[in-house]
């Protein structure tokens, strides 16, 4: 068959049209895998900390030591280079604003357990020079310790003491590691990342999961039945120094 | 995978930390986690395959395994510390 010129021309500019429409409708029926991500519905993790229910079990560190094992957090004994996710302090350290001097003992001298408040509005995100440190879409605060330059800004930033910097390998202060998340390297800034590599397995983090009281109750704040939601209904909670206008996503029942 | 295995490396990474994306679909259909340990480490040696390579071609760079850890050597350590 011969074919003209005019034939040649016409037959190759519509198969180049072809191609080109082929690619617009896989573009808008495939989007990015960044934007396969963010789902319609709006997610805000946060966590209720029933205190009543940790204070029955004072001294218990189920959730220290479970979220420790799962991340590889080094126990280091110098306190000016310790690393910390998840810990406890005594409630009068806690909410210093909120005692009368008059409570009882137990509600005084209970240790609260603490981690990243994950902030609606997080001061440490905005200080990060290389963005190593930013806020998902979910709520979570996540770190990127590939990016972490160790300035250190973040930690002088956050007011809740959740970042810690690691001044020494990290490696020889872990008693066995977890090869399924990374140890962080000296040099870089670390804190909790509200189980992220969890959540995207379908699990709760590690220390709801291990508290044996069941003291931590963990789900989405944007949805109006979740669980954490029902629970801020039904009861009186707190956040920690909500002057500062943070917006924590971890609320306490004293 | 030895001219460009350092792109899709950085590519999964940006994939999983920024995006929180872990599937890889790859040309055959065949869906993989996007994990060093999990999935290349899986059934690569780190010795045989990156230290080799990178020990042949002088390229003494790469410090991934400051923090992320070979499963492998793991436990081949755990084994000896506890007889």
């Known amino acids: 068959m011969k074919i003209t010129r005019k034939d040649f021309l016409r037959l190759s500019g519509l198969s180049l049209l072809a191609a080109g429409c082929k690619q617009a409708v896989q573009s808008v029926t495939q989007p990015a895998s960044a934007a396969r991500i963010a789902s319609t519905r709006p997610v805000r993790w946060g966590m209720v900390i029933d205190l009543s229910k940790c204070r029955e079990k004072d001294g218990c560190s189920a959730c220290v ?6 991340h590889n957090v080094p126990q280091i004994a110098n306190r000016a280079h310790e690393v910390k996710w998840i810990w406890t302090e005594p409630y009068a350290t806690v909410f210093p604003s909120a005692q009368t001097g008059y409570a009882p ?20 995100t905005r200080v990060c020079p ?26 002088a930033a956050c007011p809740y003491g959740s970042r810690s910097f690691n001044w020494e390998d990290p490696r020889p202060s872990i008693a066995s590691i977890n090869p399924d998340f990374p140890t962080r390297t000296k040099g870089v800034v670390e804190k909790c990342n509200f189980c992220e590599e969890r959540l995207t397995r379908g699990l709760k983090p590690a220390c709801v999961d291990a508290c044996p009281q069941r003291v931590f109750t963990f789900g989405n704040l944007a949805d109006p039945n979740s669980e954490p ?10 956040e920690r120094e909500p002057e500062l206008g943070t917006g924590p996503s971890v609320f306490y029942l004293v | ?6 792109q899709m490396l950085i590519q999964w990474r940006e994939d999983v930390v920024r995006y929180g994306d ?9 869906v993989y986690e996007k994990s060093l340990t999990r999935t290349c480490l899986g059934c690569h040696s ?3 395959f990156c ?12 410090y991934c395994w400051n923090c992320h850890s070979d499963p492998q050597s793991l436990a081949r350590s755990t084994t000896r510390s506890t007889p």
């Not at chain 1, 509600?107 to 902030?119: R, S």
């Not at chain 1, 290389?130 to 930690?155: F, S």
């Open chain 1, 65 to 70: 030591h479970a979220c420790n094992a799962a």
């Open chain 1, 105 to 124: 003992q137990t509600v005084a001298q209970t240790m609260v357990p603490l981690l990243c408040n994950h902030c609606a509005d997080p001061p440490c």
């Open chain 1, 130 to 155: 290389t963005q190593a440190t930013w806020k998902r879409e979910d709520g979570i605060v996540m770190m990127d310790w590939h990016r972490c330059i160790g300035c250190r800004y973040c930690v």
């Open chain 1, 229 to 238: 939601r029902q629970m801020l209904r039904a009861r009186f909670a707190v």
């Open chain 2, 1 to 6: 995978m030895r001219a460009a295995h350092m």
């Open chain 2, 22 to 30: 872990r599937r890889f679909v790859a040309f055959n259909g065949k």
């Open chain 2, 46 to 48: 780190k010795q045989q």
């Open chain 2, 51 to 62: 230290d080799r390579c990178h020990a042949y071609s002088g390229v003494s760079g790469p």
